[in-house]
């Protein structure tokens, strides 16, 4: 397994916010909600829109 340094700089998250949000929505939304709520991408993969859609919170249990 290769080791991953995470993005610690504003100025690079605000650039790969703004190249996801042009690309695909999904993948916008998906990092936006993983960087500020922490959760894993297998966690985050299994939402519904149901479940965000109109939330204050979401409720979940990690793996």
Same mark, same amino acid.
């Given at each position: 397994? %290769?080791?991953? %340094?995470?993005?610690?700089? $504003?100025?690079?998250? !605000?650039?790969? $916010? $703004?190249?996801?949000?042009?690309?695909?929505?999904? !993948?916008?939304?998906?990092?936006?909600?993983?960087?500020?709520?922490?959760?894993?991408?297998? !966690?985050?993969?299994?939402?519904?829109?149901?479940?965000?859609?109109?939330?204050?919170?979401?409720?979940?249990? %990690?793996?």
């Amino acid at each position: 397994m %290769e080791f991953v %340094e995470p993005i610690r700089s $504003k100025k690079q998250i !605000d650039a790969l $916010k $703004k190249y996801l949000r042009g690309q695909n929505i999904r !993948d916008y939304l998906l990092f936006v909600l993983g960087i500020n709520s922490g959760l894993r991408i297998s !966690d985050l993969l299994k939402l519904q829109v149901e479940e965000v859609y109109n939330q204050d919170r979401i409720s979940l249990r %990690e793996q």
